[in-house]
């Protein structure tokens, strides 16, 4: 069965670089594009749930695992919800919208870097400190936003995204609408999603934690991460069909 992975907002498919040879054993890899990242700059619907199963039905994928960050695990989320039989598990990385604490004025600050030295503060904040990581995504941010039609894209979703978070519809998740197996992963030092109350999760959930992976836990502690949805996945894999 196929693994569909969805990065986070202001990423793109290569964020999970370090990702996907270790998960690939569990199956076929698919990294997709948001709307406006990477290679895809189509505009945003405001439609994440249908994006998604347009982007499933474009690839003939009828079922799959998939394993998500951040916006991306938000979106994950918004289509289990509305077609749950396509969808055999969740891995949910540091998942946005399961309250309303999101860092929207960095956010706002990574959309209008314009050098290198505002795109480093953005890469630190993910990171959630210094490492040799940061100046190498602070040069591929301020490379990805050099593009006034990517700016435009990106806009329109953050501000999409800010209504929804203040209407409340993000955060009002009905898990028992959710049949497949869940797994979520946070790092405690996150700033830019704050680790979530437990009131925010699914009764007893399966949630493993980390210190230091900031943000960015795909980048900054694959081994950790990869080592728990590969875990997570085997086991499935294990069960009955």
């Keep these: 069965m196929p693994i569909v992975m969805l990065h986070g907002f202001l990423g793109d498919m290569f ?40 982007a499933l039905d474009a690839l003939e994928v009828s079922r799959c695992h998939v394993v998500a960050h951040s916006f991306g695990a938000w979106i994950a989320l918004q289509g289990a919800l509305r077609a749950p039989d ?13 309250d309303s604490r999101f860092n929207l004025p960095l956010l706002r600050q990574a959309l209008a870097a314009d050098d290198l030295d505002k795109a480093l503060a953005y890469a630190q904040s993910l990171a ?17 936003m050099g593009s006034a ?3 435009t894209i990106l ?8 209504v929804t978070a203040a209407s409340g519809e993000a955060r009002t998740v009905n898990w028992e609408a959710l049949p497949m ?9 996150d700033r830019i999603v704050p680790l979530p109350e437990s009131s925010s999760f699914p ?26 949805i590969g ?9 009955p069909a």
Excluded: K
Aim: glycine share 8%; net charge neutral.
């Design 15 to 54: 964020s999970w670089q370090y990702c996907i040879v270790p998960l690939a054993r569990y199956g076929r890899i698919m990294a997709l594009d948001l709307p406006g990242h990477g290679r895809n700059l189509a505009s945003w619907s405001g439609h994440p749930a249908g994006w998604l199963e347009d």
């Design 86 to 98: 396509r969808f055999a598990s969740l891995s949910l990385v540091a998942c946005a919208g399961l």
């Design 128 to 144: 959630g400190r210094s490492c040799d990581s940061v100046p190498r995504m602070a040069r591929h941010h301020l490379e990805q």
């Design 149 to 151: 039609q990517r700016r």
């Design 155 to 162: 806009t329109a979703m953050l501000e999409d995204m800010i």
């Design 181 to 189: 197996p869940l797994r979520f992963f946070w790092s405690r030092d």
């Design 203 to 228: 009764p007893a959930p399966d949630l493993m934690l980390n210190e230091d992976g900031g943000h960015i836990p795909h980048i900054l502690r694959p081994a950790w991460l990869t080592a728990g």
């Design 231 to 239: 875990d997570f996945l085997a086991s499935l894999q294990r069960q």
